[in-house]
């Protein structure tokens, strides 16, 4: 299981994590780290083609269904996420897990949003961000 899980991708491309963003992150983070997405757009595997143009090694780039991602957010210690909707859908799966009684605060990963310098169009973090049960376990950093 990952210690780290990022979710790069994004609905828009000036939102999304770059290869040499995901490079940085994983160089500097401890343990291990996972990248994962799902369908992006009209392209099954977008997730590849971000494996392709970095060096970190294939192995830890993962396509999944969004059932097995979410199953996957329960074991990762940090989550580092482009502003999307996969974020959301993430902390909402998360936030049901503690309004129901399925995970303690101990239990709930850090996360981390990634967010790139102001772009018309693209909603500012001091404004738009996810809502967490426990707001102090969201963070961010300037992505690019």
């Known amino acids: 299981m990952p210690d780290t899980l990022v979710l ?3 609905g828009s491309t000036a939102k999304q994590v770059s290869s040499s963003g995901l490079e940085e ?3 500097s ?16 595997d ?10 970190i090694p294939s192995h830890q780039f993962m396509n999944l269904p969004i059932d097995e991602l979410l199953l996957l957010t329960l074991y990762a210690r940090k ?9 959301w859908l993430v902390t909402s799966f998360l936030n ?15 996360v981390v949003v990634v967010r790139k ?27 690019r």
């Open 29 to 44: 983070e401890e343990g291990s780290v996972r990248v994962a997405g799902t369908r992006f757009k009209n392209d099954t």
């Open 46 to 55: 977008y997730i590849r083609h971000l494996s392709d143009a970095s060096s």
């Open 117 to 143: 310098d102001h772009i018309p169009g693209v909603p500012a973090y001091a404004i738009w961000h996810p809502l967490l049960v426990f707001p102090d376990k969201l963070g961010w950093i300037r992505g």
């Open 8 to 10: 790069p991708v994004a």
């Open 96 to 110: 049901d897990r503690v309004i129901r009684g399925l995970m303690t605060k101990q239990q709930h990963p850090e």
């Open 79 to 87: 989550i580092v996420s482009a502003d999307s909707g996969l974020l």
């Open 25 to 27: 992150m994983h160089m």
